[in-house]
């Protein structure tokens, strides 16, 4: 490969590892076409730490008593992840979420509302493809977790489907 070549290469990921950074985005995935038979193919992510999420209770009072016992702390609860939930669909990809075919039709699916393993749950927008997104399972809607227009990362919970 020629000098050239690699030194843009090398530009090219260091652009997008600053996109990745400048958009709080987890991956990236590029496929550059050089020709019939030479391409790139990069994937750029990153590891990210979610911060626990505590359902907050109220302190337990004060000791009265020098003597007394020092107070227990309060006991926090994590709540619940609805990634973890065996009926969640995930976002196969970065991308913006709509959640009907065109602004003004009906949603593709509504909370309560029967699918069949195959149907269209929504749409993801990425890189100008609109990829539609099918049910997995048979089930009942229980919860959309995206809003239509709204951006999703790799993996993100879309809706509960039990």
Do not use: C, W
Not at 2 to 8: G, R, S
Not at 21 to 40: A, C, F, I, M, P
């Amino acid at each position: 490969m020629p000098q050239k070549k690699h030194d843009d290469d090398v530009a090219f990921i260091k652009a997008l590892a600053q996109l990745l950074n400048d958009n709080d985005l987890t991956e990236l995935q590029v496929k550059r076409e050089y020709g019939e038979d030479d391409s790139l193919n990069v994937r750029v992510s990153r590891r990210v730490e979610a911060a626990p999420q505590y359902i907050a209770q109220a302190p337990s009072p004060a000791p009265t008593a020098p003597s007394a016992a020092p107070a227990a702390a309060p006991a926090l609860e994590t709540a619940e992840d609805p990634a973890s939930h065996p009926g969640a669909v995930t976002s196969p990809m970065v991308g913006t979420v709509y959640t009907q075919a065109e602004p003004g039709a009906p949603n593709f699916v509504s909370v309560g509302d029967k699918v069949s393993e195959g149907d269209t749950l929504l749409i993801i927008e990425a890189m100008k493809t609109m990829n539609h997104i099918h049910a997995t399972r048979g089930g009942t809607v229980k919860r959309i977790l995206v809003e239509d227009g709204g951006a999703v990362e790799f993996g993100s919970p879309l809706m509960i489907i039990e």
